[in-house]
């Protein structure tokens, strides 16, 4: 296997959260050891930002990838956020001296890094139909995909109040429609139909909740954008 596709082997593992991660072009990708005759240990590095919450992250992402898999160890390495970081980005691309799997920005932070250059393309990866079509839009720079998620993700939704329900014989709704109507009943009911605080006195009949977190596209060799968050209503 060369040393090409295994650090595409890393990147994969490291990949199963979910932010942007970016790998550099062929010919930088990782250094192997190992003498002739036994079985070489190609070392690869991931750069992500030095905040405490993507360091614990990436740390375990890395200690289960190096667990899980021989051939290929990921190390791990860190750089400033903000403007000193993406300064930092730029200068290790042009000087050649970045690590082989990034977290970075997308969208047109991304194409700034001129990535048919710089990054290695992931359009044929056959995990890309995994993903959804609106971030690989935000990775995607002249018909090539250069990231994929990584990291935490968004989610949100509608807890119902059993007691409510089962009091006035509703089911939960199916559909906006019935939604509405629920909350019709309950409000004659006397009763509040939904909320997004716990604060006021008494259980509202459904509480809707969101829970936010940040997701980065992962370049090889690169750090790709945020992508869309799911809201609930």
Request: hydrophobic share 35%.
């Amino acid at each position: 296997m060369s040393l090409h596709k295994k650090a595409r082997v890393a990147l994969v593992g490291l990949a199963v959260g979910a932010m942007t991660l970016s790998a550099c072009s062929a010919g930088s990708l990782g250094s192997s050891s190992g003498s002739s005759g036994a079985s070489a240990n190609t070392t690869i590095t991931y750069l992500v930002v030095n905040e405490d919450t993507s360091v614990k992250t990436a740390t375990a992402q890395v200690a289960a990838y190096n667990a899980l898999n021989t051939g290929v160890t990921v190390k791990l390495d860190t750089r400033p956020a903000g403007t000193d970081g993406d300064n930092a980005v730029k200068t290790k691309l042009a000087t050649g001296d970045m690590a082989e799997v990034f977290n970075y920005n997308s969208g047109s932070l991304m194409a700034a890094l001129d990535p048919a250059k710089n990054l290695v393309p992931l359009t044929g990866e056959s995990y890309m139909s995994t993903f959804e079509d609106s971030f690989k839009t935000a990775v995607t720079y002249k018909g090539q995909i250069y990231g994929i998620p990584v990291g935490s993700a968004t989610g949100g939704g509608i807890l119902y109040n059993k007691a409510v329900f089962s009091k006035l014989g509703l089911s939960v709704p199916k559909t906006w429609a019935d939604f509405m109507a629920n909350n019709a009943k309950i409000k004659a009911a006397g009763i509040d139909p939904s909320s997004r605080h716990t604060a006021t006195p008494g259980p509202p009949s459904c509480s809707c909740w969101r829970t936010s977190t940040t997701s980065r596209p992962h370049s090889r060799t690169g750090r790709t954008s945020t992508p869309p968050t799911r809201r609930s209503t």
